[in-house]
């Protein structure tokens, strides 16, 4: 079950970060039939997919944000002669070159016009058009897809940290657990929970699941710290600021400290994958500049490539058989905002590394920065579907047919053609 | 069911050994329309307050870079006292949601505090966030429109949702300084239509946020005055929110204050806040017949929010004795301090270490850091979003752990779960509690227990 050494990783993480990363800290987990691995990791806040694959070929781009340091003269790394990679994300070119990097650029979900981030992530996440309410909009995509294999084996997806990710929420059976809080009742005290709980199923089964964690995960010497203990003691929220003292409780981490704990997350997703699990996703947040965003988005930025320099590393050979999505709710203003930020937008760009991919590519088709050539004369125009890409990955990796894909896990979606992105 | 049983649970934080519940909606109301008794009991930090902590804490911190005499004590003790009024604020909460006598004023001021949701990023902005919540105090029991007013032009709402950083790209100063590139940013204004007033699916567009974010520069955080309207930092001309023109020559802060007053009083603002509080108060899919009724009574009392209240109280379709919600974190604690028979003085005595034990980190394992919410649609209203497994676990250790560390003195477990639970209390409690190995075991199964938790 959970391994000791995760435990340990797992207090070093809550430790520092729980409350500053509410949703980084967690990952799900799920096993089914077969030998390919998956890992979404949901780019929380809007990801500038105009800043992290910069089209600095375009001369536009360049007048449109004047503040931001554009293309390959300004630090990125030059992709293709057209598109350039953010300088913060340097240390995945060796991935670029050897064809385990690639982007899928102008690409959005349905959601169009309100954005909102809550209402964007939600529909990431679930994965259907506009057509169906989002108050309806109940499991994920992910969770669709498991329901849809047989022989999945849900019950091994674990989460850690407060955030329970919507992509594998649903009725496919999942456990999540925080490693700061395992049951400390007596068994006699169990037993009457499950008594007490039993005419309310949302308490019994989490009790029951509680229940199962804590016997399953913790032996005597797991080395967790009594959370009593005069060290435990000292406010985590204040012992965490820096020296500076700049950093309220709640607050991203700076990026050094911030980088390892991604990158923590992604050795623990990646010990599961060696195993039995096949389908990880997790989530980063931070992409929200409206303000500074050259020195925002680099926090980020360094965390995401962080994730998938240690998948790499620490999936050894069954990266070969592994493909990894970065996705995002939506894109930002093309033009940059009076705070050298960037507000909402539409069209954005998609992350994809691993050894199952054919990279060293930046697919889709591009629109272009002229004012014509802009959503609503702002945003960067999407020119594909992004649950499309995710659609084509489900069919090669896991060979889930079109009409289910387009009628069951994407309802509403257009598959359209094959972009043939896998190796 | 009666509403003495009813009111604690929905509308209050559960029975108290010390209190009789109220008996009926008139007597919640009267409580509602008298004097803020808890903040005058335990009155909160002022923003001019917020405002010199949070200048004290900066000048400090350059007197230590500059390696001033004394000036590293002086830094720290000042972060302390940061970190003080933080906790401070968490304490005066519980205190004032224990001792309430209705527990619906409390109940009322953690709505609002989460539907205006703001979070300190830096140290410096933390009495800000706590000065926030309190001056939308006053105002939860006037009018729609002042609460509007009080929390969007408050310093911390203009910090936390950037508003301070957004000029007018053709202001005075905009085109005094072009090297600084100064211009618009828009996230007060469209959290202001999507969260605050109109709602997500309310009638406004892209057009309209971007009017907005333009009407609302000119807004700035003084270190000392706080909040001001500087026209120089003001976008010139008129601007149209939806289909109505606001402002002109020269930009004042009253054409800011009628376009929110406007945006309070729309239609679409009535239907978003009477169904946010019944889905809070009530249950996820509240009957059409209440939402409808509390938006009517909204607007025929021009966002009056009294009235609103009183359909909430005394509407039949609020009155269900069924219990769908799960009480939030801060909730569940304040329930249960007050089923361990404390009342707000008691709390206010807890030494931080307690508070700190027993509440702040107890608060963030359940999933709801104290003023904290990770994002500007605060905390989820979904039963299942409290409960999952690790969740759960957190409240169940609480349960075990707080009685002793707060040296409650409680009766006997089995009459603890009469006074705890009153009528609710279920056959299923009543036999698991005699049958616990420890009387600590046996009081944690009632305050574990669902009855509890749930609201």
Known sequence: MISRRFFLQGAAIAGCSAAAHPFMSSVTLAAVPGEQRLVVIILRGAMDGLDIVQPYGDPLLAQLRPDFPVGPDKGATDLDGFFALHPAMVELMPLWKTGELGFAHAVSTPYRDKRSHFDGQDMLEAGTGMDVPLSMVRDGWLNRLLQQMPGARAETAYSVGDDELKVLSGTAPTLSWAPDASLILSSQGRTLLDMIYHDDPLFRQAASAAVQITDGGKTADDGMADPDSPEAMADPAMAQMPAGGMAAPGTPAPPKGAAGAAASLAEFAASRLRGETRIAAFSLNGWDTHRGQEAAIRGPATQLAAMVTTLKQQLGPVWDKTLVLGMTEFGRTARQNGTKGTDHGTGGAMLMAGGALKGRKVYGKWPGLADADLYAGRDLMPTADIRAYAGWALRGMYGVPVDVLEKSIFPGLDIGADPRFLA | ?455
Not at chain 2, 156 to 161: D, H
Request: hydrophobic share 40%; glycine share 8%.
């Open chain 2, 1 to 455: 069911m009666q509403f003495s049983t009813l009111a604690p649970v929905r509308f209050g934080f559960g029975l108290s050994p010390r209190q009789a519940p109220p008996a009926s909606p008139d007597e919640i109301l009267a409580a509602l329309r008298g004097p803020d008794l808890m903040a005058q009991r335990w009155p909160g930090l002022t923003t001019q307050e917020a405002l010199q902590m949070r200048d004290e804490f900066l000048r400090l911190r350059k007197a230590e870079a500059l390696n001033e005499p004394g000036a590293t004590e002086a830094f720290k003790r000042q972060r302390q006292a940061m970190d003080a009024s933080n906790l401070g604020g968490l304490q005066r909460a519980l205190a004032r949601a224990v001792e309430d006598p209705t527990g619906m004023r409390e109940r009322l001021h953690a709505f609002w505090r989460n539907h205006f949701t703001v979070r300190a990023k830096r140290v410096p902005e933390m009495p800000l966030a706590i000065a926030h919540v309190e001056a939308l105090r006053p105002e939860i029991t006037g009018s729609f429109p002042a609460l509007l007013r009080a929390s969007t032009l408050h310093p911390m709402m203009l910090i936390y949702l950037d508003q301070v950083a957004s000029f007018g790209p053709d202001s005075k100063r905009a085109r005094k300084r072009p090297d600084l590139k100064l211009g618009l940013n828009e996230n007060l204004a469209r959290e202001l239509m999507e969260l605050h007033t109109l709602g997500v699916g309310g009638s406004y567009t892209q057009d309209d946020v971007r009017q907005l974010a333009e009407l609302l520069t000119g807004l700035r955080v003084m270190d000392d005055q706080g909040t001001i309207f500087a026209p120089d930092f003001a976008e010139p001309g008129a601007e149209t929110v939806l289909g109505r023109a606001y402002g002109g020559d020269p930009a004042k802060l009253a054409d800011i204050e009628q376009v929110l007053t406007a945006l309070a009083l729309h239609p679409d603002t009535s239907r978003h806040i009477a169904t946010k509080l019944a889905v809070h108060f009530v249950g996820p899919e509240p009957h059409k017949a209440l939402t409808g009724a509390m938006a009517e009574a909204y607007l025929g009392a021009k966002g009056e929010l009294m009235p609103v209240y009183e359909v909430l109280l005394t509407h039949p379709e609020a009155q269900l004795p069924t219990f769908p919600k799960v009480r939030q974190p801060f909730d569940y604690i304040a329930t249960g301090y007050r089923a361990m028979g404390f009342d707000g003085a008691a709390v206010m005595a807890f030494n931080g270490v307690q508070i700190r034990r027993h509440a702040f980190r107890s608060l963030r394992e359940m999933g709801q850091g104290w003023l904290s919410a990770p994002a500007p649609n605060g905390w989820p209203e979904e039963a299942e979003e409290w409960v999952s497994p690790q969740q759960l676990a957190s409240r169940i250790n609480w349960a075990l752990k707080t009685p002793a560390g707060l040296q409650a003195k409680l009766p006997e477990p089995a009459e603890f779960a009469r006074t705890a639970l009153g009528p609710r209390l279920s056959e299923l409690v009543a036999q698991a509690v005699p049958r616990s190995e420890s009387r600590a075991e046996a009081t944690a199964l009632v305050l574990a227990s669902a009855e509890m938790n749930r609201r």
